[in-house]
């Protein structure tokens, strides 16, 4: 089955330190991944996808089809980056795209001063 | 454009009452989504829809749950009779699907199911 998994709930890091947020997928095919924030109380909002190879406020995440990772990178993390993240991915139904997601489980980050 | 709009923000309950929630989603967009977040079970689809056709509903979680699409631009999410264990935020999402999909989410609705 089509599945994305984060395997963290919950990440702490000190301002300045690297941070990684894991996703790991299990898909057939070549993937089209998104990476999620819901900053506290606010809608959640595209950070990035893997297909424009951006950076947004300093992240990053690249595609590793041979460990089937979509990490969330930044090198130095700042307080405002505290919120949760989710990974994921497009789902057709019966062969037809909809524009339907399946979220991972969702990682809360913390960023203590 | 104000982006989708979800009502009330904020609803507080008591059991076996009738709860509606209403999305307006984005002009053009085609595609509507619900979910509903909690702690316990992350992000979950409940049901999505496709010019206001319903495609899948199979994340609503029992008959007590049901979801409208009467034109595009409007959708209501309804659960009669409310219980205690319904208490979560309900999302509404919506898109036009394109090759490079994105949800725009709605601020979400916190439901309190006393």
């Known amino acids: 089955a089509q599945r994305v998994t984060q395997p963290e709930k919950l990440l702490s890091v000190f301002k300045g330190a690297p941070v990684e947020l894991k996703c790991n997928y299990s898909y057939s095919g070549s993937p089209e991944l998104f990476w999620y924030v819901q900053y506290s109380r606010q809608r959640l909002q595209l950070l990035l996808r893997?297909?424009s190879r951006e950076s947004i406020k300093g992240f990053t995440a690249d595609l590793n089809k041979g460990e089937t990772s979509f990490h969330l990178k930044k090198p130095f993390a700042q307080e405002e980056d505290s919120a949760m993240y989710y990974c994921?991915?497009?789902?057709?139904?019966?062969?037809?795209?909809?524009?339907?997601?399946?979220f991972g489980q969702g990682t809360i980050l913390t960023v203590h001063p | 454009d104000a982006g989708v709009i979800q009502s009330p923000r904020h609803e507080v309950t008591e059991m076996g009452q009738e709860v509606t929630l209403r999305c307006k989603p984005i002009s053009g967009h085609n595609s509507l989504f619900w979910y509903r977040q909690t702690m316990m079970r992350g992000l979950e689809l409940l049901i999505y829809f496709n010019n206001n056709v319903p495609i899948d509903d199979s994340g609503m979680p029992e008959d007590r749950f049901s979801a409208k699409m009467p034109n595009a631009s409007f959708s209501t999410l309804k659960i009669q009779p409310s219980e205690p264990r319904d208490s979560a935020v309900y999302f509404c999402?919506?898109?036009?699907?394109?090759?490079?999909?994105?949800?725009?989410f709605g601020p979400g609705t916190r439901l309190t199911v006393l």
């Open positions: 999402a919506s898109l036009r699907t394109t090759r490079f999909n994105e949800q725009f």
């Open positions: 994921a991915f497009p789902t057709n139904a019966g062969g037809t795209s909809y524009g339907k997601l399946t």
């Open positions: 893997h297909i």
